[in-house]
């Protein structure tokens, strides 16, 4: 279950791309209802909904190509979490998103990236990780955090617990969506991420 979301756009234009897995895809939800479009209807671009199942960031790297990213401006990615219960290593995630990073970024998109990782997930150690492996992965997060790039965490504000707030052990249900989205609104609002200026 990973998360990705991208916002691209032209110099002219601010439609968005969003790439990301089932946390953002609405899965089990209306399409009304998903994580990507209550954040559509909050600002005045058009997001381009590319978020799949089963998401991984090694598999984005192999279709970067395939995106039509002639009218995009900005990327909002959410990728990480499929790559995280897959096993694969924080070291191999980090490199895969920064290689997404790196493309978008020579075209002249903003890229804005979501971390799967909340604050509540290091009270209990999920059955299928250990908390070492959760760590490694929140580091490699910080990395891109470091380096300038917007990296919007704690989706969950704190409840990823909190089972009135899912559908199952992973995805949000429609309150759940709300919360997701409430979140990244307000970072992309505060950190003024639609200004083109990087």
Not at 7 to 27: A, E, P, R, V
Not at 103 to 132: A, G, R
Request: hydrophobic share 40%.
């Amino acid at each position: 279950m990973i998360l990705i979301i991208f916002l691209f756009g032209c110099s002219n234009s601010k439609d968005t791309l969003c790439i990301g897995d089932s946390l953002f895809s609405g899965f089990k939800l209306s399409n009304n209802s998903s994580v990507v479009q209550i954040v559509n209807k909050e600002f005045d671009y058009r997001i381009i909904d590319s978020c799949v199942l089963g998401y991984t960031a090694n598999v984005c790297v192999k279709q970067l190509n395939k995106f039509d990213l002639s009218n995009i401006s900005f990327a909002i990615i959410e990728l990480g979490a499929n790559d995280f219960l897959l096993r694969k290593t924080a070291k191999a995630t980090k490199e895969n998103l920064l290689t997404i990073i790196n493309y978008l970024q020579e075209k002249k998109i903003k890229v804005c990236l979501v971390s799967f990782i909340d604050s509540s997930m290091f009270l209990t150690i999920d059955e299928l990780q250990n908390n070492e492996m959760l760590v490694e992965y929140h580091e490699a997060f910080e990395f891109f955090e470091n380096n300038n790039i917007l990296v919007i965490s704690n989706i969950w504000n704190g409840r990823f617990y909190d089972d009135t707030l899912k559908i199952d052990d992973y995805h949000p249900n429609e309150k759940g969506a709300e919360i997701i989205a409430s979140k990244i609104i307000t970072e992309l609002k505060t950190k003024n991420f639609f200004d083109k200026k990087h």
